[in-house]
């Protein structure tokens, strides 16, 4: 015994959301059919219009309706820094953050050669032509602290050696409001080396 | 800084899930669009297909997209029993226990003044016409045990009372495999009044 044949088609839909297990996607189905019809038609209305019309920026590949996005466009935004970011939920959070006034270029991903995503995946090869023909003096490795991260910083910093730009990485160290006590050793090695002098 | 007005509308659009928060849908947003669009077409034409086609039986009530479903068309299943449950899941949790082999009439839902749900919501009406009409010889109350489960199982028995019907309502106990010391008092005391004569 189980539900009727669509409700079951439903409940297995919902199962390509992340996170989404058995019974939380029959726990959504009998939701949206019982409760909230409007909002799941609302929703399958913007599921389909935002896959029909969102795509990458010609410039960053962050996902947008857009040809070129906003923030590629806006004229407040220097020209003479760009920062390198996994994903578009990297690019938020940094914006967030707040502290950068440059451009950004989203991989959407990291180097992972078993997966088969290669530098071609991560559009290395546009990231270099946007450094070779603008005003690009730094940029930023901001890929995210883990092995996958730190190698696809270390293959574009090699990529773009014989242009005239710095490279630099985020810093590591203790979280603001972390305690020593409770910080890993390898980020606290890292704090260390990368220590700053106090100034007044 | 956020994401561009499609992709926000999609994040808002999601919401509409249960146990789905700001953080959460922002995730499966960016997961469909970059990494699953074709899981969250098909999702988008359940949605549609569903919601479209989906609707009540018309004997009782359950959630299906024919007009009378098919544990109600079923010529396997006894007529002299009806299960009133409150939720088309609670009718699936009976139907996998096993055991019963009667028909079931689905509230969606229980008495709550409060919200506006009476009688008339819960089918009620048509619940004592079906008693009046067919051969029914048992009612089984399967509501939650819950304040509103219990008031509603109550509310049933006493509207019908003058039909040649007897009704029934589901055990209380301790859980099969649970330890009498974790059990709650309310709990143990049910089980202590409940009990029953061994046989060999």
Known sequence: ??????????????????????????RMALHLLERDRDGGLYLAQMLERSLDEVGQCRMCRTLTEEDICSLCRSERRSDETLCVVETPADQIAMEQAGGFNGRYFILTGHLSPIDGIGPEALGLEQLRQRLESSDIKELILATN????????AH?????VRDLPVSVSRLAH???VG???????????????????PMTE
Chains 1, 2 share one sequence.
């Open 178 to 196: 972390g305690e020593l006590e409770y910080i890993d050793g390898g980020t606290l090695s890292r704090a260390l080396a990368g220590r700053l």
């Open 155 to 159: 293959y574009i910093a090699e990529m």
């Open 173 to 175: 160290g203790i979280p």
């Open 1 to 26: 015994m189980a539900f009727s044949p669509l409700v079951e088609q439903l409940i297995t839909a919902l199962r390509c959301l992340p996170g989404v297990g058995p019974k939380s996607a029959q």
């Open 145 to 152: 602290p883990t092995v996958e991260g730190e190698a696809t």
